[in-house]
């Protein structure tokens, strides 16, 4: 048997439960001093305060966090990991007041990194996509959600897909599948848009499903992209074939994605810059996840999402990187912590959970990860910080002194 003490932690922070937190119970998180974690084969088997028993460091490697605070590992519910190329050109454009879809009508935009990505081999991706689950897990991000979605061809959504499977397999870090062929109409569709969406429902999903390497399946509801119309079609068609439904919504124009999201019962809608009330409302009913994505805001230039009016609406709301080739080339969480406080009015409190626990539940986890507590995977991060406050405080410095996945510091 693998056993890890850690002790003296100055302060143990975590959220609690196997589900979502939403409204009050966000905020509500829970708080030891001078605690310890004993974790077994990777499973979390005691915790508790003061001075561990003699008998718990027996056999166990001890870990001793010199009075920090220890946190669960961070949850990155929301990326765009499978990707070919960088666009840093788009940078002048944007610097130039291009806007997003201005960007893609020049055929830059997502059009580029399809081209990119589809000439990649499937070994090029795996490469790229684990130097990134690297860069993350030294940020303290112990588990995260991968979007295909650059290949907008059968062949190469299965290709992207496939990656996200070897690297789950493979890589210390949990990652979590998504199908999202409805990404964009590719060019040469971008006549006879129909003809795709028939592609994705009676070819992709089904050869997805077949292949059984996507729990979810996601779409990107926005003007000039897909209808809220086509979107639940294409949800609806992956709901067949047991892919939980996800969306893109409100991300630029609030075109029905949000109140779609809470009537098909997504179990989260994400982006959601310009959510009107009566996508809240629609969210709130339907028991989906708010996934915000406030580096995403920050990289545009935009407003950002109405977190607090989520919150007092009794949304559960949870917090992501949205890494990806063009509107949001970030990956660290501890960014979007800092974000997630500055700019959503969000407490401490809440941003914890936000990116823990209802992470955790946005990918179907909540169950295993998110939370410090018995029988969840010992993922933790002992954090260069005496408590809470000082990580949503302090903005540009990695502050995860070690990472902890399943027992093993990384």
């Not at 499973?43 to 166990?60: M, S």
């Amino acid at each position: 048997m693998n056993k890890l003490l850690l002790t003296n932690i100055g302060m143990l922070a975590t959220p609690q439960g196997n589900g979502p937190k939403c409204g009050e119970e966000q905020g509500k998180i829970q708080i030891l001093k001078d605690a310890w974690v004993l974790i077994e084969d990777g499973i979390i088997a005691k915790v508790g305060t003061g001075a561990p028993d003699a008998e718990l460091a027996k056999d166990a490697e001890v870990l001793d966090a010199e009075g920090r605070l220890v946190t669960p590992g961070l949850v990155d519910a929301h990326t765009h990991l499978i990707f070919g190329g960088w666009r840093q050109n788009e940078l002048g454009m944007k610097l130039h007041g291009a806007t997003y879809l201005e960007i893609l009508a020049a055929g830059c935009g997502i059009l580029s990194t399809v081209t990119s990505t589809r000439n990649a081999t499937e070994e090029e991706l795996t490469v790229k996509a684990s130097a990134a689950l690297d860069e993350m897990m030294k940020l303290g991000t112990t588990t995260c959600e991968a979007k295909s979605g650059y290949g907008l061809t059968t062949e190469h959504e299965l290709k992207a897909l496939q990656v996200i499977k070897n690297l789950n397999d493979r890589h210390a870090m949990d990652v979590a599948p998504t199908f999202m062929g409805a990404h964009m109409v590719p060019s040469e569709y971008k006549d006879n848009r129909e003809e795709y969406i028939r592609i994705l429902i009676e070819e992709m999903i089904p050869a997805v499903a077949e292949q059984g390497i996507a729990k979810f399946c996601d779409v990107f509801c926005e003007t000039g992209v897909f209808s809220a119309e086509e979107s639940r079609k294409i949800l609806e068609a992956g709901k067949k074939y047991g892919m939980v439904p996800k969306i893109h919504a409100d991300e630029i124009d609030p075109i029905g994605g949000s109140v779609l999201a809470g009537e098909i019962g997504a179990i989260s809608s994400e982006h959601l810059i310009v959510c009107p009330s009566e996508g809240i409302a629609s969210l709130a009913k339907g028991g989906t996840i708010a996934c915000l994505l406030p580096a995403t805001s920050f990289n545009l230039g935009a407003t950002f999402a109405p977190a607090r009016e989520m919150v007092e609406a009794g949304v559960p709301v949870a917090m992501a990187s949205d890494f990806n080739p063009g509107s949001c080339p970030c990956l660290n969480l501890q960014f979007v912590i800092n974000l997630g406080c500055l700019k959503y009015k969000l407490t401490p409190e809440e941003v914890l959970t936000a990116v823990t626990l209802n992470g955790a539940a946005a990918i179907n986890m909540a169950d295993k990860v998110g939370s410090i507590e018995v029988g969840k995977q010992g993922d933790l991060v002992i954090w260069d910080a005496p408590d809470l406050d000082y990580i949503c405080y302090r903005v540009g410095s990695n502050l995860a002194k070690t990472v902890i996945k399943r027992g093993q510091t990384v």
